[in-house]
């Protein structure tokens, strides 16, 4: 039985989160916490106040990107688990770009710190595209791997070209030019008091990714395309789509979003290229691409809810004995639930809604 469209996007997705999150609550008991109050902590540290929004949705623009980089991917049953790496280059775009010139205004910089950071973000992934698409070369295998090596180039880079005066491995600071507006410095034009956080205008640049890669999915002759191959290979071969097109430009794609995370993290916050950047953003993104569904709109509530998850555990940590780490225990049960044991739900909704089918209609059996 096909489920109604709402059931798959949103019930299933809302039973497993209850899942994921009783299961936690008992795991909080275990450690000597009231579930209940720990759960009021969170809620309030992530959307109780500006500052919990404001770092929230700072942690969610990551998140949007990173996560509509693996279901880009995901459409064409392809399974990108390098965004940490591609996210990494993209950084690593991003803060060339930055520390190129004296820039003396941000909207010069932005455009080409977007280009920088899309295509470094692209080329990392282009290259386990191509083994894929040429060599077969597993692409979960060579996006792992390239994670680590992205890494280590990355700290090769901040211990010798790129090193700024002193110990700590990182680049020297952005010009002040380059620096982002924030939240507090918008909504201080419009009159509104709002809590000083590093949420930055790539939310809105998030906002526009969404909204452009449901147009190309949804839209577009290659969204089809694209959607066709995912949905059956040799049907789409058959019909004229070329896999290694399709396999290079999905993967050029996702790299190119993972890589435009570098303008919130390196550009909108830290102002300077840090030995990680990234902070497991990119494994975040494949929870959220499948709590998501894979679609734009998922992925965007999918996002704002890890980002509260990220600023409540944050919250709990503060307050309480239950460790941050237990955001981490939260993320891998959604990611469990979500993902390995998504049939569990799906058999007994499927099971319910068929039920509901065939149960006759009030008044049909006295007819």
């Given at each position: 039985m096909i489920?109604?469209?709402w059931a798959d996007v949103v019930l299933i997705p809302l039973i497993n989160l209850f899942l994921a999150l009783f299961v936690s609550g008992l795991v909080v008991l275990l450690i000597g916490e009231d579930p209940v109050n720990a759960m009021k902590i969170m809620v309030k540290g992530a959307v109780g106040s500006t500052y919990g929004w404001g770092y929230t949705l700072f942690y969610a623009t990551n998140f949007i990107f990173t996560g509509l980089a693996v279901a880009v991917a995901f459409h064409a049953r392809l399974f990108n688990i390098g965004g940490e790496g591609q996210a990494q280059l993209g950084a690593l775009g991003v803060a060339l770009v930055c520390l190129a010139l004296p820039w003396p205004h941000w909207t010069l910089v932005l455009p080409f710190s977007i280009l920088g950071g899309a295509l470094f973000g692209a080329a990392w992934a282009a290259i386990p595209a191509y083994l894929q698409a040429r060599r077969g070369s597993h692409i979960v295998i060579t996006t792992i791997m390239f994670n680590y090596i992205a890494y280590a180039l990355l700290v090769y880079l901040l211990?010798?070209?790129?090193?700024?005066?002193?110990?700590?491995?990182?680049?020297?600071?952005?010009?002040?030019?380059?620096?982002?507006?924030?939240a507090r410095d918008v909504f201080d034009m419009l009159g509104i008091n709002f809590a000083r956080s590093p949420l930055n205008v790539s939310f809105v640049l998030a906002l526009i990714a969404c909204f452009l890669i449901w147009l190309m999915l949804?839209?577009?002759r290659l969204g089809?395309?694209?959607?066709?191959?995912?949905?059956?290979?040799?049907a789409a071969i058959y019909a004229g789509i070329s896999p290694f097109r399709i396999t290079m430009i999905v993967m050029l794609i996702s790299g190119a979003l993972a890589g435009l995370m570098g303008v919130n993290a390196v550009q909108g916050e830290a102002q300077r290229l840090l030995q990680d950047n990234v902070l497991g953003a990119g494994f975040v993104g494949i929870a959220v691409a499948l709590m998501g569904r894979s679609h734009p709109v998922g992925v965007l509530i999918a996002a704002v809810l890890f980002g509260a998850l990220y600023q409540g555990g944050a919250e709990l940590e503060f307050e309480t004995n239950v460790p941050r780490e237990m955001v981490l225990v939260i993320q891998a049960l959604v990611i469990l639930f979500t993902g390995a044991l998504d049939n569990m739900v799906?058999?007994?909704?499927?099971?319910?809604?068929?039920r509901l089918g065939r149960r006759p209609a009030p008044g049909a059996a006295a007819e």
């Open positions: 489920l109604p469209k211990l010798g070209a790129l090193k700024a005066p002193g110990m700590a491995p990182e680049s020297p600071r952005f010009p002040a030019g380059t620096f982002l507006p924030n949804w839209r577009t089809y395309e694209i959607r066709a191959y995912g949905q059956s290979e040799p799906r058999g007994p909704v499927e099971g319910a809604f068929l």
